[in-house]
């Protein structure tokens, strides 16, 4: 464990808070702007899905280098270029003239992004004891939540008002500032590294790529047979990175923490569970702003509940979870997610706002719950180098789940529409459905936790 000053004791946290608060706001600004960004680049908004998922699945497949990039060259200076790549990446995205040349900039922009946040979180997890690690997370995390509630409100009148090109620009001043703060406050922590797997991340990194574009093709005419290929090959390379992996000293991501019954259950649970939850953020103001032709504002002023509920319920977090265990909140709160997402499916015209308000609000704080539970109770039984590989395996599920959430969620209401012949309301409403049923069901994973288990992390 690392000697912290009392500068540092107090003010690291903040450093997560500012790498989060910065690809947060980048991830919910940008929700509410895609029908205004796809009518500047000739595009149709309910095919803009790969704007974001690029983005997501940039930082699925670089978070690993990062982990290995921090052992090696120290957490510092990762951190320090991580935030000049992700200013670079994000001056590009609001220079693009066309959407091609948008997904281009935005895989840049998650090249840096996967070295700012899970390096930032690494240095958390290394520097503070696990009985506090709970705490620190949940007060790190605090002011990055602020994030979803500024984000969809300031992209709605900076499309409405201004011009799409600022959401990204934004960036750059927070950039500046978490780079300064960085400087002064990250410690430069090493661990004893190998050589990097680049076997193991080839593999893993084609995988990813497979497996989202199958879903894309699946759900597009004359490609499902591209499809059902794809997603044959990318379970192929997972069989071949377990073969790989059980003969190499140092893989990319050891099979031994599978070993780790938590962390085991944790990972699992996790993939699956955002898998509904991931889809929301990107689906709600399309329908909000296609079908209901709400102003891009007004959008964003009633997506801002879900932030307040995230922060209302997060200093209660750590007590329910002593209360009540981390089984029994992950089972039943996410039984509660999957019930909000198909209420979703109920509203069929604008005049229904007001009833947003509540159901949006109280997923907010079930999500917030959710994954502060699920992220705690993954890694709070790595020691050693395992802390670094399960951080990084960690940050790429969840990244992998956003990208694949939304490229379902999409895929969904494009075959809906298209092969389904559903009105585009009709659409929206079904694929609610099917995500919040996949949600309910995923949460019964959790019943291999025990009660006892995570006991120690608070």
Not at 80 to 91: D, K, M, P, T
Not at 122 to 151: C, D, E, H, Q
Request: glycine share 8%; with cysteine.
């Amino acid at each position: 464990m690392v000697t912290l000053t009392p500068t540092q004791n107090k003010y690291l946290p903040y450093v997560l808070a500012v790498a989060l608060f910065m690809q947060i706001l980048d991830a919910t600004i940008l929700n509410t702007s895609l029908p205004q960004m796809a009518q500047a680049l000739g595009e149709s908004p309910l095919k803009m899905q790969w704007a974001v998922i690029s983005y997501a699945l940039t930082l699925a497949i670089f978070i690993p280098i990062s982990g290995f990039l921090a052992d090696k060259y120290g957490t510092r200076r990762v951190f320090l270029y991580a935030i000049v790549i992700f200013c670079v990446g994000s001056i590009l995205c609001a220079a693009s003239p066309t959407l091609d040349f948008l997904i281009g900039s935005r895989i840049i922009q998650g090249i840096g992004g996967a070295m700012m946040t899970p390096v930032a979180r690494l240095i958390l997890v290394k520097s503070y004891p696990r009985n506090k690690l709970l705490t620190v997370m949940n007060f790190a995390v605090i002011p990055a939540l602020v994030a979803p509630l500024v984000g969809p409100v300031l992209g709605g009148y900076i499309v409405q008002y201004a011009s799409w090109q600022w959401i990204f620009l934004i960036n750059v001043p927070m950039g500046v500032f978490g780079f300064i703060m960085g400087k002064k406050l990250v410690p430069a922590l090493f661990e004893d590294t190998k050589h990097l797997d680049w076997t193991g991340f080839l593999l893993f990194a084609a995988a990813a790529c497979g497996y989202t574009l199958a879903v894309e093709f699946g759900s597009q005419t004359g490609r499902g047979t591209y499809g059902l290929v794809l997603a044959f090959l990318s379970t192929a390379l997972i069989g071949a990175y377990v073969w790989h992996a059980k003969r190499r000293q140092a893989p990319l991501f050891p099979l031994s923490l599978f070993d780790i019954r938590t962390f085991k259950i944790g990972i699992t649970g996790n993939l699956f569970t955002r898998l509904g939850i991931s889809a929301v953020p990107f689906l709600l103001p399309l329908l909000l702003q296609v079908v209901f032709e709400y102003s891009p504002s007004r959008a964003g002023w009633l997506l801002a509940p879900i932030a307040v509920g995230a922060i209302g319920i997060k200093p209660w977090v750590s007590r329910i979870i002593q209360r009540y265990s981390y089984r029994t909140v992950l089972v039943y709160n996410t039984f509660f997610m999957g019930t909000l997402i198909i209420m979703l499916a109920q509203f069929n015209n604008a005049s229904q706002w007001l009833w947003f308000i509540p159901i949006l609000t109280v997923m907010g704080a079930c999500n917030s719950m959710q994954f502060s539970a699920m992220n705690t109770i993954t890694i709070g039984d790595l020691e050693g180098v395992q802390t670094s590989s399960g951080n990084s395996l960690m940050a790429v599920n969840q990244q992998l789940a956003i990208s694949f959430g939304i490229a379902f969620g999409a895929a969904l209401l494009n075959l809906l529409r298209e092969r389904f012949e559903l009105d585009t309301l009709a659409a929206f409403q079904t694929t609610y459905w099917i995500l919040g049923i996949l949600t309910i069901l995923s949460g019964l994973y959790f019943l291999r936790l025990k009660p006892e288990d995570g006991r120690g992390l608070y």
